[in-house]
């Protein structure tokens, strides 16, 4: 690649899969965590803003283990 390509690329995500009652800040940060670094959340669209490291592979889709839910007590959820 060329030198002048950019390391770091910034990407708004929609995140799919994570049911409504686990939608929060501290959620959707962990999620963004997983896939590069988040620099900002919005709750009201589920989205979190990315930065990626453009010379790695991108991820599509994580697992997120509810073990301390009330509902999904140890259950795993594929958000994509």
């Not at 939608?23 to 962990?30: E, G, H, K, N, R």
């Not at 997983?34 to 453009?54: P, Y």
């Not at 697992?63 to 509902?71: I, L, M, N, P, Q």
Request: aromatic letters at 14%; one cysteine or more; glycine letters at 8%.
């Amino acid at each position: 690649m060329a030198r002048s390509f950019p390391p770091e690329i910034p990407f708004w995500i929609s995140v799919v899969g994570v049911p409504t009652e686990f939608w929060s800040a501290q959620t959707f940060q962990s999620i963004g965590d997983a896939i590069g670094e988040t620099t900002d959340v919005d709750l009201d669209h589920g989205k979190i803003r990315v930065v990626l490291d453009g010379f790695k592979e991108l991820c599509f889709e994580t697992t997120v283990d509810f073990r301390a839910a009330k509902f999904y007590d140890g259950e795993e959820v594929v958000v994509s």
